[in-house]
């Protein structure tokens, strides 16, 4: 088992910028990537980030140069520093761990509104 926990959403101004965290724990020499999806009133869950446990990072097409993923040396904590953010990022953001199954944490609102 793996479990995510989730910190850093909030309220943001359009062009501001929000860090959120995702911390594992339990069995997670077995994850081979860590990321971040979010999910928007009405739609699907969709990917923003993703790093394998190499270092190899994946983006969605509309955060590339906004968004960056990172985690830290003991690959237990994984990072997505967002930056000029839009009203369109307004979502629940979920981590994402990539073991054996998949994991998910429980969500953390970022809302972009002035």
């Known amino acids: 088992q793996v479990q995510l926990v989730e910190s850093g959403g909030g309220l943001v101004q359009p062009g501001g910028s929000l860090r959120l965290s995702c911390a594992a724990s339990?069995?997670?020499?077995?994850?081979?990537?860590m990321g971040w999806y979010r999910q928007a009133p009405g739609k699907q869950r969709d990917l923003v980030a993703m790093i394998t446990s190499d270092g190899m990072t994946n983006y969605e097409d509309s955060v590339k140069g906004r968004f960056t993923i990172s985690r830290d040396n003991a690959k237990t904590t994984v990072y997505l520093q967002m930056n000029s953010l839009k009203p369109e990022d307004t979502a629940v953001y979920y981590c994402k761990a990539e073991a054996v199954r998949v994991f998910w944490g429980q969500g953390t609102q970022v809302t972009v509104s002035s």
């Open positions: 339990g069995s997670i020499s077995r994850i081979y990537a």
